[in-house]
Each structure stands twice: as structure tokens, then as C-alpha cells.
């Protein structure tokens, strides 16, 4: 996997700490707003990598942040259907279309919010840990644009006579250390295989709810 594929993140990311995968805030003290918000995001960002692959690439570091920030996000769906949270799925809907950029509407919130539920009561904590692990390894949205030109530069430096031997040993182990941590992450999230692939199911369930 190409250095310039894994920083690509970067939006994933944001979105990820956001939604306090790393910690801080979470589902529970957000607003349903807020919450939906978060979820449309993600939603989009899970759909539009999905056209792009042509599949739900849990290899991709991509989805995994972003699965793991939605997972967050519809944690309060999840006993949806045995107590009654009209009023918050009402708010939550608000903020899922605003924040999927209108790619959830009115006329498909009811079913994408159903599918959502469905989400949230799947046990994704070894994706929310995988994400997690990547953001405390440095991975992170500003981390992700420096380190992109950072490896490019290394890499660039390394048949120029000037470069200096401490900077290319710090370059070189920062990329060692990315790799791993990418690695880890998706073993983590591959081991999960079950409950991963009942997202991915719910998932494209949703998506065909948007297709034109």
C-alpha cells in the first residue's frame, strides 16, 4: 500500500476525532443533531469510497475510520426498536441529512435510519480499537498532510548527496512505524470478520437506497 493511499485520510479522520473515537466526548453526550450529523458524514464518505471501489473495502484505511465513527455516532439507535426515541430519531434525521450533504432526504431517512439501527446493534468495538490505535500512532488529520509530504521528501532525499543521516533515520522510522500501525489496524479489524461483515451487509443495504 502506497504511503500517499494510506494518508488519504484525511477528512475520515477528522470526522473520526470528532465523534471521540479516540476518547473525550461520545455518542451519549452529543446532541441527536449532532449525532446524525456525524453519521450522514460518514455515510457519504462510506458511499462514495464504495462507488469508487466498487465494494466496501474493509482493507482501506479509509473505511475503517469511518465505520468506526459512524458506529459511534448511532450508538443511541440501538435499542431503537424496543424504546420508544421518536423524538430523538426525529432530530437525528435532521442532522443525518444535513450532514450526508443531502445524499439522505426525506424521502429515504426512514429506511437509512432503520439500517442505521440495524448498525448499532452490532458489536464494531474491534473496529472502533482499530481506529483508535491508528489515531494514537499519529495518524491523525494534520499528522496525515505533513507525514504525506514528509515520506515524499524522504523518499525524494534519499539520492541527494546533502541529506543528512539523522533525517533520513527519522523518516525512515516514522514510515516503518505508519506501516505498522496500518497493519495492526486492519489485522484488527480482519479478525472481526463476523461482525464486520454484518456492517458491510446493512451497509449495502442503505446504498442501494441512493443509487439512481
Known amino acids: 500500500m502506497k504511503l500517499s493511499t494510506i494518508f488519504a485520510a484525511t477528512a475520515a479522520l477528522m470526522l473520526a476525532t470528532s465523534c471521540g473515537i479516540l476518547g473525550g466526548s461520545t455518542a451519549t453526550t452529543a446532541t441527536p443533531t449532532s449525532n446524525g450529523q456525524a453519521s450522514g458524514a460518514a455515510l457519504r464518505s462510506l458511499y462514495t469510497q464504495y462507488k469508487t471501489d466498487g465494494k466496501i473495502d474493509m482493507t482501506n484505511i479509509n473505511n475503517i475510520l469511518n465505520l468506526a465513527a459512524l458506529s459511534q455516532a448511532v450508538t443511541e439507535l440501538k435499542d431503537a426498536g424496543t424504546v420508544d426515541k421518536s423524538a430523538y430519531i426525529k432530530e437525528f434525521a435532521t442532522g443525518l441529512i444535513l450532514g450526508s450533504n443531502n445524499l439522505v432526504n426525506q424521502s429515504n431517512s426512514t429506511p ?40 515524499q521528501a524522504a523518499q525524494a532525499a534519499q539520492t541527494a548527496q546533502n541529506q543528512a543521516a539523522a533525517t533520513s533515520a527519522q523518516a525512515a522510522n516514522t514510515a516503518a512505524n505508519t506501516a505498522t500501525a496500518v497493519t495492526n489496524a486492519i489485522s484488527t479489524v480482519g479478525a472481526a470478520s463476523n461482525e464486520v461483515s454484518q456492517a458491510v451487509s446493512s451497509l449495502q443495504s442503505i446504498f442501494k437506497l441512493f443509487a439512481k
Do not use: E, R
Open 112 to 151: 437509512v435510519v432503520n439500517g442505521l439501527t440495524n448498525i448499532a446493534g452490532i458489536d464494531l468495538s474491534a473496529v472502533k480499537g482499530a481506529a483508535t490505535s491508528l489515531i494514537a500512532s499519529g495518524i491523525t488529520a494534520a499528522a496525515a498532510q505533513a507525514g504525506t509530504a514528509q515520506a
